[in-house]
């Protein structure tokens, strides 16, 4: 029998308004085991005291990583894609909607949440003027372009892209960036699924526990 996928994140973070509890990006390697239905584990790396046996399995000492039979897998995007070659629920199976899935998925990581974290992070220290503002928003406008005229990214279906797009594009800075319609519409139905909520709900107890493993299965 299979060993259940192991999840890695933090013991603790941060809570309060600014905090990033419920934003930790272990959430969507859960949110993805939950939608594949997916047994897994949720276990702890300190978060003040990062060791050599971290930085061995996720060299920039970040969160998560992924543990599958033998292999170990950091970046979320890296995880997520992992994920979705063992589950039709996450990638379609045929070549044009397995390349529409990649293309996307990286789309969310590169096209935008490289402009959206800087973006954000500059706007911390309250600059007069943020140089990345113009470009985060152009390209948010050209994403709810294309929001407009879909439900979801691709396929016709709710896929592991919409995990990445969904939870970059929840973050409560972007989400209050403009007045983006589409794009709004399209975050309360990928929040709406029963799958982001557990998967919510999930790591926010997580936390909560101090860090101790969880165990999930459907």
């Not at 969310?108 to 706007?123: A, C, D, H, K, R």
Request: aromatic share 12%; with cysteine; charged share 25%.
């Amino acid at each position: 029998m299979a060993e259940a996928l192991t999840i890695w994140t933090y013991d603790w973070v941060p809570e309060g308004k600014s905090g990033p509890r419920g934003h930790v990006r272990d959430i969507r390697l859960r949110w993805a085991c939950e939608e594949a239905g997916f047994d897994y584990d949720v276990k702890s790396v300190p978060f003040s005291d990062r060791g050599a046996e971290h930085f061995a399995r996720q060299p920039f000492g970040q969160v998560p990583y992924l543990e599958d039979d033998g292999l170990t897998i950091f970046e979320s995007g890296a995880g997520l894609l992992h994920l979705a070659r063992k589950s039709e629920a996450l990638m379609p199976r045929d070549p044009k909607g397995e390349a529409d899935t990649l293309q996307w998925t990286i789309a969310g990581l590169s096209s935008i949440e490289m402009i959206t974290v800087p973006w954000w992070f500059i706007g911390l220290s309250r600059p007069e003027i943020n140089p990345l503002e113009d470009w985060a928003l152009h390209r948010l406008k050209l994403l709810d372009d294309v929001l407009a005229q879909r439900e979801w990214l691709a396929a016709g279906r709710f896929i592991v892209a919409d995990i990445l797009m969904s939870d970059v594009l929840r973050v409560p800075k972007v989400r209050a960036a403009a007045d983006f319609p589409a794009t709004q519409s399209y975050i309360e139905r990928a929040c709406a699924r029963p799958a982001f909520k557990r998967a919510y709900d999930g790591q926010m107890a997580h936390f909560a526990s101090g860090g101790q493993t969880q165990h999930y299965r459907p």
